[in-house]
């Protein structure tokens, strides 16, 4: 599990999350508590990843993505909203804060999970090729990249999350 205090990892989205985090040195060096919010798939039915794939979904042709054994992180959009106000308010929060729910799950999982919340089978799977294809490289940072992140500050500092686990929290969403 990544947690924060982990190691970065490589490629496009590791290295914005870096430049972002040491832009805000100065902030730090300067005496000023500051949060960085680094965000896993935040689930919301009107926007986002989530609100991209409930169209194939819905027409029973969702499916796992490549092998499916990447891990997911996510998030509720409910949760999401809860944590900026807990890291506005806990002055003990500072630094990086993985803002994902405490189960990530992988590709496979979070597939047949959307599938039940939807009632639809979800038994077309993308191959790896086909997504590359279609994306280039951002099919490997965004689709096929696992990461099995862990909130350990959020949890830590006994944030209350509204959806830990996806059934429950996919099925918020989906209303």
């Known amino acids: 599990m990544l947690r924060e205090e982990s190691a970065s990892g490589t490629g ?3 290295e914005v999350c870096r430049d972002w985090e040491a832009a805000t040195k100065p902030a730090v ?3 000023i508590r500051v949060v960085n919010l680094r965000f896993g798939v935040i689930l919301c039915a009107t926007g986002g990843a989530l609100a991209k ?12 993505l490549g092998d499916g054994r990447q891990w ?6 409910d949760d999401v909203v809860g944590v900026i106000s807990n890291a506005l308010a806990n002055e ?3 630094g990086p804060v993985n803002v994902v729910a405490p189960q990530p799950v992988t590709n496979r999982e979070f597939t047949k999970t959307l599938g039940r919340a939807l009632h639809r089978p979800a038994v077309c799977p993308v191959p790896a090729f086909a997504l590359r294809l279609a994306l280039g490289e951002m099919a490997d940072a965004l ?4 990461q099995r992140a862990e909130p350990a500050k959020l949890l830590a500092s006994g944030f209350p999350f ?14």
């Open 143 to 146: 689709l096929l990249a696992s």
């Open 53 to 64: 794939m409930l169209t194939p979904f819905r027409l029973g042709l969702g499916g796992v």
């Open 29 to 31: 060096d300067a005496g």
């Open 72 to 77: 997911m992180s996510w998030v509720a959009l």
């Open 92 to 94: 003990t929060l500072r």
């Open 162 to 175: 509204r959806f830990p686990k996806l059934g429950d929290a996919l099925q918020h969403v989906l209303g």
């Open 12 to 14: 496009f989205l590791a």
